[in-house]
């Protein structure tokens, strides 16, 4: 379970006037840690290229990077995981003209508050105690959401990532079917 700020729809506007600077698309990305000290550098973001695994938990594109997502269609419903963000990670790498990249805020807007599910095996699954945590830290932080500038650092691995095999469990042709026909114009 995901929370989303209110202030997230003002740091996207932040994060928007400064997406002509990206060479390839860019997701504006939002971390989740719950770290309060994160809040001094308010205005602060980084562009890097997206990574699954780090720009998974809350993420907004604009027009012209779905329009881009559309034309690799085949590539991303056919690749065989369930996991969206790890197709998404695929067609950066193997399909789209220029490689995804995130902004990502520094104080994040976006927190993760389920403490169970696929990955976490816990024996009490109250989201509670997580929930009171991000109300403090909220406490703390409200004061530095509302950004009226960005300093932007961009970061940039050359690192050169080979494909990987998905996790699977998204063999099924219809899944790959319906996954086309909900990339189709005019829908």
């Avoid at 939002?30 to 602060?44: D, E, N, R, S, V």
């Avoid at 907004?60 to 790890?86: H, K």
């Avoid at 995804?100 to 169970?116: Q, W």
Wanted: aromatic share 10%.
């Amino acid at each position: 379970m995901r929370v989303l700020l209110p202030p997230a729809k003002e740091a996207l506007k932040a994060m928007k006037r400064h997406q002509s600077f990206s060479p390839g698309s860019m997701a504006p990305s939002w971390g989740f840690q719950i770290l309060p000290t994160l809040y001094q550098h308010y205005q602060k973001a980084e562009v890097t290229p997206w990574i699954s695994s780090k720009h998974n938990m809350g993420m907004a594109f604009n027009r012209s990077t779905w329009q881009d997502i559309r034309r690799c269609a085949e590539f991303f419903c056919t690749y065989d995981d369930y996991n969206w963000d790890w197709s998404l990670q695929h067609i950066s790498q193997g399909c789209l003209a220029h490689k995804l990249h995130a902004m990502v805020m520094k104080g994040p807007r976006v927190f993760h508050i389920g403490e169970c599910g696929v990955h976490h095996k816990k024996a009490n699954c109250e989201s509670t105690a997580v929930i009171s945590k991000v109300q403090q830290v909220l406490k703390y932080a409200n004061k530095h959401l509302y950004p009226s500038y960005l300093t932007l650092t961009v970061t940039n691995t050359n690192k050169k990532q080979k494909l990987r095999k998905g996790n699977g469990g998204w063999g099924d042709i219809r899944d790959h079917q319906l996954c086309v026909n909900m990339t189709r114009p005019g829908r």
